[in-house]
DNA sequence: GAGATTGTTATCCATTTGGCTAAGTTACGC
DNA sequence: GCGTAACTTAGCCAAATGGATAACAATCTC
């Protein structure tokens, strides 16, 4: 029910974002960890992080020098159970389709 | 598998975009019908259309001068399973993390 | 066939996005 | 305490985004 799937779903349409999510369920992970395998610069890439963390979907805690980022797992749910709704809507639509279909079929049989 | 992700998660990032999807998966509409409910000049909403259109969301033909949009379940569906994807990876790794964490309590008993 | 409906095309504009470099700052590690 | 590692801040830039208006095109409807 709540709405910030704007900033989740605009966080997640970035390949190179996906790409850290990807990484991160797998386990927490620091700044330089996240950036090695990609090209850009630190301060661009960190920019990414920065959309990630505003949408709630990662969470970061800096201990020393190195800052640890970990995923959150409650945006991804509720981002799925919104597509869910919508794919569950569709097909109950195309259920009530088909009833009338076969209802028609028996009348003009 | 296919990775338009980046264009269909970017066109649901929009709640002008999400209302479409909401109504539209209550069964097809015209762009008139579509755009009602909406503050927005026509022109400027169409723009939102193309987007939807674009990410392979919707598809839409036009007949005498009104064009009528549907919605296309696939991607939903991909976009939801990518979400799964990692939902499941996660929850997977804090299954392990729980086995360790009792194997231990085991060995300190 | 005149007028209203329903889209469409063409511009324009401010803001956001996604990249960069250069120059800090803070904490290890020797 | 000096140097390096790990970010962070500031500022620049081109392109994309999300809105607007104005004018056009096509098709119903009477």
Redesign the interface.
């Known amino acids: 029910m709540d709405?910030n799937?704007?900033l989740?779903?605009?966080a997640?349409?970035?390949?190179t974002r996906?790409a850290v999510?990807?990484r991160l369920?797998?386990?927490p992970a620091s700044v330089s960890e996240l950036h090695a395998p990609h090209q850009m610069a630190l301060p661009s890439f960190m920019k990414h992080l920065g959309k990630l963390e505003e949408a709630g979907l990662v969470r970061s805690v800096k201990s020393g020098r190195v800052r640890t980022l970990h995923?959150e797992?409650a945006p991804?749910?509720d981002?799925?159970a919104?597509?869910?709704r919508?794919?569950g809507?569709?097909?109950r639509?195309l259920d009530r389709l088909q009833a009338l279909a076969e209802a028609n079929e028996e009348v003009s049989q």
């Open positions: 709405n799937l704007d989740f779903f605009a997640i349409a970035d390949p996906r999510v990807e369920v797998e386990g995923i797992a991804l749910a981002a799925e919104w597509l869910n919508q794919r809507q569709w097909s639509r």
